[in-house]
């Protein structure tokens, strides 16, 4: 049975020879008699798996000596909780909306202190997430602990290809980034990062580990009830093993990532998602049939929406997307319509594949 390309934004589809090499491996890693998931946490195995991990993570990255990595659980949405408790000091926070993951972070924000709407793109109702607001126009507080951005909207499909700097525009608050959807497909400005965290299930492995990059300066700043297994000063004295880690998700990402430094890291990857990108784009700009209605500048690279001219149409096209065995394109409930997360492990065919059918499913139904 040949694999299909799969689109889903998340849990997301991983590189054919990291799932090959973790089947491989399932019953016996490298002669140590057992699978990684029953391997203790503590052990010389397991340790070695987890400094080769961490190691390449900072090396693709190229995370300064200055941040700390931290293999945590929960994903984004118990980093909405987890990073107020550590950096809001009970005080205010400033909240930059740009689709419904931010408007969700700074929900979660108002249970810890004040959380600051500082701009949106939402000025045309609250479903209009199709631009980014300029940094120029942010109206930033002068006593925020941080400023939080979403800098890829998974569902709305913007992406914040450049990051913002707070200090020129005269900020000493640091930068707090949901950076889930394109952690891994692009360098990260950590000049102008504070804090940046990402669930693992669209880029980088599969759920289960969420990845928080913290400036050191940052840590010990934790409310007095924010649990320990929270408190990112705990997490990182104990090496990301306070409690137990997501052992399993550390190895396959730990898999991912010798993946990408064999296609030639970061900065080849982003070259290849640009194209991808491009070919997606093209497609739906060169129709009459189908319509992206994100502003152009504000595309995500990683999360493309497109909707048809008739709702009547949506179902006919997912069949028939199934029957070429391209699945997971059904929008998210919120926007509707349909999308395409075409994540560094998704190959150029796949999206080739995907404009192929969609310009034929015009041609039949246009």
Not at 14 to 20: D, G
Not at 103 to 131: F, P
Not at 148 to 162: D, L, Q, R, Y
């Amino acid at each position: 049975m040949t694999r299909a390309y799969n689109f889903s934004a998340g849990p997301a589809t991983l590189p054919e020879p990291v799932l090959a090499q973790a089947a491989a491996e399932m019953l016996d890693w490298r002669g140590s008699g057992m699978g990684v998931m029953e391997m203790s946490h503590r052990g010389r195995e397991f340790d070695e798996i987890f400094a080769r991990t961490e190691l390449r993570l900072r090396e693709l990255l190229a995370v300064p000596a200055e941040f700390k990595i931290l293999f945590m659980q929960g994903g984004a949405i118990a980093e909405n909780a987890i990073v107020p408790m550590n950096l809001s000091r009970g005080g205010v926070t400033d909240h930059v909306v740009t689709g419904l993951w931010s408007i969700k972070t700074r929900q979660e924000a108002l249970r810890y202190g004040e959380a600051h709407i500082v701009a949106s793109n939402a000025a045309d109702g609250a479903a209009n997430h199709t631009t980014l607001p300029a940094p120029a126009t942010w109206r930033l507080s002068a006593n925020a602990s941080y400023v939080h951005v979403c800098s890829n909207e998974t569902i709305n499909g913007v992406e914040m290809h450049e990051l913002p700097d707070l200090r020129a525009l005269g900020c000493d608050a640091p930068l707090v980034m949901d950076c889930s959807s394109h952690i891994g497909s692009r360098p990260i400005e950590w000049t102008r990062v504070g804090l940046a965290y990402a669930g693992a299930q669209k880029n980088i492995g599969p759920s289960g580990l969420t990845l928080v990059f913290v400036r050191e300066d940052l840590l010990g700043h934790a409310l007095p009830f924010c649990p320990s297994a929270f408190d990112y000063a705990v997490v990182a004295a104990n090496g990301s093993m306070y409690n137990t880690p997501p052992t399993y998700s550390i190895y396959i990402a730990g898999l991912v990532f010798e993946w990408m430094a064999a296609q030639g890291g970061v900065a080849a990857l982003e070259q290849r998602n640009i194209e991808k990108a491009t070919l997606l784009y093209d497609a739906i700009d060169g129709s009459a049939f189908y319509t992206n209605r994100v502003a152009r500048e504000a595309r995500s690279r990683m999360n493309v929406p497109f909707f048809l001219p008739d709702d009547r149409l949506y179902a006919p096209f997912l069949a028939g997307a199934e029957e070429h065995r391209l699945l997971q394109l059904k929008g998210h409930k919120s926007v509707g319509g349909l999308r395409a997360s075409i994540y560094n492990a998704m190959p150029l065919a796949g999206v080739q594949a995907l404009v192929t059918y969609m310009r034929e499913f015009a041609q039949r139904h246009g």
